[in-house]
């Protein structure tokens, strides 16, 4: 837990802190100082092809995965709430056919529906976002109509129904409230995959637009250059599994203590 909160604090840092404090000419094209390696010139992981500072580069690149990150599971517990909250409270024909909707986009392959939608579509935050967030809300559509499920059949909630409460205080004093510990559980979690998702999509050129630097796309910069210049590709590399592994460390962690305590 404390490992991997140190390594999600620093990650987090430095991708707010370093792109404000380098000098602009770290993110300026220069190829008079290309490709030099890690250690030279005051550049500490060295210089891409173009002649920018791989460290500021990659704080960007974070920058980038933590914000689409952060808004896509945002936005998938949104939905998730309403769509499993509905479903599990009201059941019958809306249950079945949230449900199954819920299947259908979770049958979906994910990499060839993104790779559809985002090859037709103008490189943007948003139309990533959208994508992403396609392949995240089902799960938590099924766990918050699971434990919904579970909660309306409890004692105290229909003695609420008996005295008269309405669904929506039903709903918002009782079943909100108990999903959430869960729901926060497996976004700890669902960070992590966003990233990865993200850099993957980035790496093949699909990902985020031009303007905004991210793990995969530097990655994929760099690719050509392996063999001779191999950390424009193995530092963000390197990066991006450190950071994911913080961030399933802290997960992992929050699991466990809400199993511990019957929560989750």
Known sequence: MYIGSAIILFAALTAVL?????????T?????????????????????????????????????????????IAIAIVVGFVV???????????????????DIQMALPFIVLAVAVLS???????SLTAV????????YARVVRSATQLEKSTDYVRASVAMGATPARILRKYLVRTNITAV?????????????????????????PPDM?????????GKQYILVQWWI?????LALIVTVVGLNLVGIALRSRAKSRGTA
């Open 18 to 26: 370093l792109p404000v404090l380098a000098p602009p000419s770290d």
């Open 28 to 72: 300026v094209v220069n190829p008079a100082r290309a490709y030099l390696p890690p250690s030279s010139d005051g550049h500490l992981l060295g210089t891409d092809q173009v002649g920018r500072d791989m460290a500021v580069r990659i704080a960007m690149g974070l920058q980038t995965s933590f914000a689409i990150a952060i808004t896509v």
């Open 84 to 102: 499993g909250l509905a479903s599990g409270y009201f059941g019958g024909l809306l249950d079945t056919v949230l449900m199954r909707l819920t």
């Open 120 to 126: 037709v579509s103008e490189p943007s935050f948003w």
């Open 132 to 139: 992403l967030t396609l392949a995240m809300w089902p799960t």
């Open 184 to 208: 926060l559980v497996l976004a700890a979690l669902d960070v992590a995959a966003v990233i990865v998702y993200e850099s993957t999509l980035g790496f093949l050129g699909i990902g985020a």
């Open 213 to 221: 630097p991210s793990l995969g796309s530097i990655m994929a910069d």
């Open 233 to 237: 590709t193995v530092v963000p590399g």
